[in-house]
């Protein structure tokens, strides 16, 4: 399916029916959403995989019982990093010329430009800057899965606070943002399936300048 076609297909999937998705295709959602693109390619975000039923059952109520959480295959939850310190940009350019083979001086201007951009902001500019860059893989996400033919809800309607208690984030030095359920449509009882996609036209949608 080309991408077109499957963004066509794809909708916010309100009933699931509980049934697997192959891990071949949770596999290959995973890396589509690992390789998106982010500020300066800092990936400042870590991302979930709840696959065991009993925990998403707790999330459940958290998530205002929004049943895809329980019906999906498997429950994406996209977090940010809380608080980011010079170790992460460390660990950052460590793994740059790890992974170019280059020098420490050959990207030292790219390290204090980083270094600029975090440390000019607020604690909260930068975790509202993380939240953008995990909308960025979200959405990458989300394409990944229309292609598979693996339904998926964007599913902001929970209690990130409560989320991040229960799951006890702050060890990790996380935030949840966002969460995705995977599964697959239930075409008997979902009643959004049937209905057109509803978006303006590419005459009200784009301004071009030529």
């Keep these: 399916m080309d991408v077109v076609n499957a963004l066509q297909w ?3 999937c309100k009933k699931m029916s509980g049934a697997p ?3 071949e295709k949770i596999e290959k959602i995973l890396e589509a959403i690992r390789l998106a693109p ?5 990936q400042p975000l870590t991302v979930l995989v709840i696959k065991d039923v009993g925990l998403r059952k707790k999330i459940l109520p958290i998530a205002n019982n929004q049943a895809q959480v329980v019906d999906c295959s498997h429950l994406l939850v996209f977090c940010t990093w ?3 310190t010079p170790a992460q940009v460390e660990a950052y350019m460590q793994l740059i010329m790890d992974t170019r083979g280059v020098s420490a001086e050959s990207i030292s201007g790219f390290k204090r430009g980083l270094e600029s951009l975090l440390g ?6 930068n975790r509202e800057w993380a939240a953008r860059q ?3 893989a979200f959405g990458v996400g989300l394409t990944a899965a229309a292609t598979e033919g693996v339904d998926a809800t964007p599913m902001e309607g929970f209690k990130p606070l ?3 208690a229960m799951l006890e984030l702050d060890k990790k030095g996380l935030r949840s943002v966002v969460m995705l359920p995977l599964g697959q449509r239930d075409e008997a009882n979902d009643w959004l399936l049937k ?3 509803v978006r303006r036209s590419a005459d009200q949608f784009f301004i071009h300048y030529e």
């Design 120 to 125: 000019n902001r607020s604690i909260e500019e």
């Design 82 to 84: 809380d608080q980011f």
């Design 162 to 164: 409560e989320l991040d």
């Design 195 to 197: 209905l057109p996609k």
């Design 38 to 42: 982010t500020s300066m390619g800092f």
């Design 134 to 136: 995990a909308y960025l």
């Design 10 to 12: 794809r909708y916010a």
């Design 21 to 23: 998705v192959a891990e």
